[in-house]
């Protein structure tokens, strides 16, 4: 079975430019997690999506963030205009919630660097 | 909110020692538990998990963890660690009946042949 598919594995840009990451969890799943990974900070949940739906985007950082799953195969999150603080791994993981057991399966992860 | 505490940030071992890597965390109601292996430059991967039933719990590549309610504690173990074992560990934890998942900061490990 496929795992949870991660594009594009790297990405460098400039400031000011629109990154956009996109994500395909696994078949079946009906609950996606976006993270963002950096040194500083360790591993930080920024949304969350349930059937499709965002439920808690808390840790968005700012309006520059946004994401969205537009069906239960695809989700994208973009950044625009990307900043050199918004470097970072962006993971996104996959779960298929059905009780409080539940077990999240992570993606390779997009590595972005803004310069 | 829960948090979780993993108290060593980086470990360093010889191989065949035996590990033990610390993970504690706050929280008063039940909580489903997990530690997930970050190998260099790659992503995320379950190690093992704890639901509910017997607090040892064993997981692939020969690790366990023992889950003790009376101390908030989930401590990794593995009997003789490999120079293969060289990544970073996370402990999660997250509250029954709640989705949100929190990471602990991670804990290098590095096994030195």
């Known amino acids: 079975d496929a795992g949870v598919i991660q594009s594009p594995r790297h990405e460098v840009t400039e400031m000011g430019q629109e990154v956009t990451l996109r994500c395909k969890p696994i078949s079946g799943h009906n609950s996606l997690f976006w993270y963002r990974q950096t040194m500083m900070r360790g591993l930080e949940l920024l949304i969350y999506f349930n059937n499709n739906v965002p439920i808690d985007d808390s840790g968005m950082p700012e309006d520059r963030f946004s994401a969205k799953m537009p069906n239960a195969s695809f989700s994208t999150l973009k950044i625009q205009p990307s900043e050199p603080r918004d470097s970072a791994v962006y993971f996104c993981?996959?779960?298929?919630?059905?009780?409080?057991?539940?077990?999240?399966?992570f993606g390779p992860g997009t590595r972005l660097l803004v310069l | 909110a829960q948090s979780v505490s993993q108290h060593n940030h980086h470990v360093i071992l010889s191989e065949a020692a035996s590990l033990e890597l610390g993970c504690n965390y706050s929280?008063?109601?039940?909580?489903?538990l997990f530690w997930y292996v970050q190998y260099p430059g790659q992503h995320l991967q379950l190690l093992l998990k704890y639901f509910s039933g017997d607090p040892l719990v064993k997981g692939i590549k020969g690790f366990e963890a023992e889950f003790i309610k009376s101390k908030f504690s989930f401590n990794l173990r593995k009997p003789s660690v490999q120079w293969s074992d060289t990544a970073e560990y996370f402990c999660?934890?997250?509250?029954?009946?709640?989705?949100?998942?929190?990471f602990g900061t991670g804990t290098k490990l590095q096994v030195i042949p």
């Open positions: 999660a934890v997250n509250a029954r009946g709640y989705q949100k998942v929190t």
């Open positions: 929280y008063g109601g039940t909580v489903n």
């Open positions: 993981a996959s779960s298929f919630a059905r009780g409080p057991e539940e077990t999240q399966y």
